[in-house]
Each structure stands twice: as C-alpha cells, then as structure tokens.
C-alpha cells in the first residue's frame, strides 16, 4: 500500500469510498450527492491522491464493507487503520468504537466511563464527529442518552445513521428496536 490511492465503490446505501496509504486505510467516504463531489473530497483531503485499483488488502476491506452493508455481522475490527494525525484521545474512543459488534450500540456515556471518564461524553462526541473512517469505526453505534439517536456528521446526518442501524438490525439502549423510535 505504498501509493495514496482512492476507490469508490457500490454498495446497498449508494456509492462508498475508500483512500488509503502505506499505513492502512487513511479515510472513508459515505455515500456523496455524486462521484464527482466523492473525488473532490479526497483530493481536497489529501493533495495528490489519485483514483487506483485497491490492492488485494483494498479489495478485501470493501468487500467486507459491502457484505456488512447488505445485512452481514463482520465487525471489521481487523482492518488496518492509518491513525497517523489522530489524538490519543481519538485513538482511545475508536478503540471502543470499533468493539462495538454490529447489531448493537453505547451511548456517548457509556463510552466516556470506558475510558475512565464518566465527564467526557461531549469529547466522545466530538471524537465521533470527526472519525474519517466511518462504517469501519462504526461511530453509528454510539447514540445520546435514553436511546436518542444522536448526531451524524456523515452525508445525510441522521437518516444514514439511522439506515445503517437498521441494516444492522441493532436495538436501543434500552431493547426497542432503533426503527420504532421514529
């Protein structure tokens, strides 16, 4: 993985995206209104980033992402993560983010007294609103607390949160399911 690269890619919530380095996958894109705005947001993130054919390592995590979008279990925990410019802090959150198995949540709190600091559910917040690796760090799975959904920073905000938690089929903080609530 030694060229930063990006691919876009189909998958049941709409076109995906992928961009990686020599450390592992630098960032992930939920679906955008075109490819086009997709391409743009890479090439703004990383100068010089060009549209490559994934490697088999590429390859195998947006199969992965592909099959858990389409109903499946994988938790991807496994996939490597490029965490170069990330907080410790970050790093901490995402750790707990990405033990979240799929089908179920935490809320903000819960994570923050994970992290041995029951204070800290804003900041857990804020680490989730910045998390460039969506689906892989599934920051869907955390939500506000007594079962609010919380915000999304993704492309299309809430309504994709709420989406991918329901392919999911995961249920609320307190067992009803997440598409009830509505």
């Known amino acids: 993985m030694s ?10 919530i709409g076109r995906c995206g992928l961009a990686w380095g020599e450390a592992g996958i630098a960032a992930v894109r939920l679906p955008d209104s075109s490819d086009a705005r997709a391409r743009a947001r890479f090439e703004q993130r990383f100068p010089g980033i060009a549209a490559r054919e994934p490697t088999p390592e590429i390859a195998a995590a947006v199969a992965r992402i592909q099959g858990l979008l389409a109903g499946g279990k994988d938790d ?20 707990i983010g990405r033990s979240i198995p799929p089908g179920q949540t935490l809320t903000y709190g819960e994570v923050a007294r994970r992290l041995g600091d029951p204070t800290a559910s804003r900041a857990v917040g804020e680490a989730m609103g910045k998390n460039p690796f969506p689906i892989i760090m599934p920051c869907h799975r955390v939500q506000g607390a007594d079962g609010k959904l919380g915000g999304f920073s993704a492309p299309g905000g809430g309504a994709t949160k709420l989406k991918l938690l329901e392919i999911e089929g995961a249920t609320s903080v307190d067992a009803l399911p997440l598409f009830a609530r509505r």
Do not use: C, N, W
């Not at 170069?84 to 970050?90: K, M, N, V």
């Open 76 to 95: 991807l925990a496994d996939i490597v993560l490029d965490m170069e410019g990330l907080s410790d802090f970050q790093r901490r959150v995402y750790a």
């Open 3 to 12: 060229e930063l690269g990006y691919t876009l890619f189909d998958t049941p």
